[in-house]
């Protein structure tokens, strides 16, 4: 299949409760492939997007195709190609990971393709999220960042071409995100799996995505590479340098040549150079404080930098 | 293959082992033991008390009607909160996102609810069968009687648990929507004391309803011939029995397909996340 085929086509989707619209002209796509992050703050919308998207909730007004279907009214087909991690909370406590997973992954049986088994081999997929050694216990009995990860291996037991992950690692401890963040990249580079996530972890969205949305107050206000945003917030570096046993900093726009003339200069006498460009929180505390205070007329305008 | 009937075939093997799981729990043993112990105490207080108009002991009626109502209730009630629960903590949800996952979970919890009863069934039988003496008094003809009888009640009343536990805003309100008018049904339904004896309103009100029909059913599978003259028209009324409970199963099984789709379509992980919150705030 063509490196550029859509995968998610969003248009002009609109959800509206009473008067309010919680989302308003959202549009976005996600090709083949491609690891998205939908980042905004808390009620913007990200829960009510993938939640379309997934077909558990019926939109208002616009445009969704997600595998070439409108998911409201997809066939069950359809659910075999579509990976979607919940948040489980006291679900079949009395199940095993195992039992679990052996069971969910038979609905798959029938949708199995020669390039795509279906399902996962399940003793492959608990070594795969690391739960060996829980493998047989009850599901009551897993702590918290196990049962996150017994909701991952749900997630993947279809081995779909497309994978929703709303806030994956909420709850995780250090170790496991990073984990996690290994087996997301696994799914991507192995399996040419398609993946949109919704976090809260800035840190997160930067180790993770190729592409960011950033959806403020029901609408995308910012969609690119970490790179291409931080570049449309501001252009300018901060250099730090200690000369003289005292501390500089200089903003710069462009902080490689100012940092080649500072060492023409001072040569030796610069020490502890540290150079700083915008990070992915200022990037995203910028756009989003920017758009809610309405600053910068409707928001389009100031980011028509960012590479659409 | 029919990846329908593969979903309700692995559905199948989902009940299998919910049941399996329920028997081995100590959470579900102490729920059969104590129906049991109930049951038996209740029979055991009345064993020497004659039914009016026959010459058998109130154990030897009550025990049927009471298997009866336990069919009604179980199959009512059951199906009623599992649903309510398990929309509530995600299971459905996660069925749901497999493909023709729905099916695959509804034929579970039918086969689930349905072996439940066999439990249910011996801890009452066994022990009466050493207190009381013989139960059954119509032989094998009998039994095979409660066979039909109970997979009808099974049709009648599993629909009617369904759409309470779709129709049910929350697991709480099971206990308003279901439980009071099912335990308000079994009072007039002539299982602990002669509907003759209620007000005629009442009876008609309790011989719309399959409970007093499944306890009726239950007394003719059971019962010697001679006791249907304590009965309303003196007669079992099997032509009925089947009717009535027919035309439950056939009004269930037309509507409860349409609720539950209508309340799984409205299943996202928010509205989860939303009752887990909801259930985390004791005081309201």
């Not at chain 1, 550029?4 to 996600?30: A, C, K, N, P």
């Not at chain 1, 969704?64 to 359809?78: K, M, N, R, T």
């Not at chain 2, 094998?140 to 009640?153: K, T």
């Not at chain 2, 009925?240 to 996202?268: C, D, H, K, N």
């Amino acid at each position: 299949m063509p490196e550029t085929e859509t995968v998610i086509q969003v248009e002009g989707l609109r959800m509206r409760y009473g008067s309010v619209d919680v989302l308003d002209e959202v549009g976005f796509t996600v090709r083949r492939g491609e690891v998205v992050t939908l980042l905004g703050p808390n009620g913007a919308g990200k829960t009510t997007t993938i939640e379309v998207l997934e077909g558990f909730r019926v939109r208002s007004a616009g445009d969704v195709s997600v595998l070439g279907v409108d998911p409201i009214d997809a066939p069950e087909e359809w659910r075999a190609h579509v990976g979607i991690v919940l948040q489980s909370w006291r679900d079949h406590a009395r199940w095993t990971p195992r039992g679990l997973l052996t069971h969910l992954g038979r609905y798959y049986e029938p949708y199995s393709e020669p390039d795509r088994p279906r399902p996962r081999d399940v003793e492959q997929l608990i070594a795969l999220v690391g739960l060996e050694k829980q493998a047989d216990q009850k599901i009551r009995t897993l702590s918290g960042g196990e049962r996150r990860r017994l909701d991952a291996a749900v997630g993947i037991v279809g081995r779909p071409e497309l994978l929703f992950l709303d806030e994956p690692t909420a709850g995780f401890d250090p170790e496991a995100r990073r984990d996690f963040h290994g087996l997301v990249r696994r799914l991507v580079d192995l399996e040419d799996t398609t993946i949109l996530l919704t976090t809260h972890d800035l840190d997160e969205a930067e180790r993770l995505a190729d592409r960011i949305l950033i959806l403020a107050s029901g609408r995308i206000v910012a969609d690119g590479s970490v790179d291409e945003l931080a570049r449309s917030v501001s252009r300018e570096a901060e250099v730090r340098w200690r000369q003289d046993g005292e501390s500089h900093a200089e903003r710069t726009t462009d902080p490689t040549g100012f940092v080649r003339d500072l060492f023409a200069r001072f040569g030796d006498e610069v020490r502890d150079l540290d150079m700083r460009r915008a990070t992915l929180e200022d990037t995203y505390l910028a756009m989003v404080h920017r758009h809610e205070s309405g600053v910068g007329g409707d928001g389009d305008e100031a980011f028509e930098e960012v590479d659409r | 293959m029919n990846p329908k009937v593969h979903a309700v075939r692995t559905g199948l093997q989902r009940g299998w082992t919910e049941f399996k799981m329920s028997i081995k729990s100590p959470q579900d043993q102490g729920f059969y033991l104590f129906i049991a112990l109930v049951t038996m105490l209740y029979l055991f207080v009345n064993r020497d008390s004659k039914v009016e108009g026959t010459d058998l002991y109130l154990p030897t009626v009550a025990l049927p009607s009471i298997l009866g109502a336990m069919v009604a209730f179980a199959l009512v009630i059951g199906p009623a909160y599992t649903l309510a629960m398990e929309r509530e903590d995600g299971t459905l949800l996660r069925t749901r996102a497999a493909p023709f996952g729905l099916i695959g979970y509804v034929a579970g919890q039918v086969l689930n609810m349905s072996l439940g009863l066999i439990p249910s069934f011996a801890v009452l039988l066994i022990p009466s069968a050493f207190l009381f003496g013989e139960v059954m008094h119509q032989g094998m003809a009998g039994w095979i009687s409660v066979v039909w009888l109970v997979v009808l009640g099974l049709l009648a009343t599993m629909p009617i648990g369904i759409v309470i536990g779709s129709l049910a805003p929350n697991v709480q309100k099971v206990g308003t929507w279901g439980m009071m008018p099912i335990l308000v049904l079994l009072g007039i339904s002539g299982i602990f004391y002669p509907i003759q004896d209620l007000w005629a309103w009442v009876q008609v009100v309790a011989q719309v309803f399959p409970m007093y029909w499944l306890g009726l059913g239950m007394r003719s599978a059971f019962l010697p011939d001679a006791a249907a003259a304590v009965e309303i028209g003196g007669s079992w009324r099997t032509l009925e029995t089947v009717l009535i409970l027919s035309a439950w199963a056939i009004f269930g099984l037309s509507i409860a397909p349409v609720v539950l789709r209508r309340m799984a379509r409205r299943q996202s992980g928010s509205q989860v996340a939303a009752a887990r919150d909801e259930a985390a705030q004791w005081v309201r």
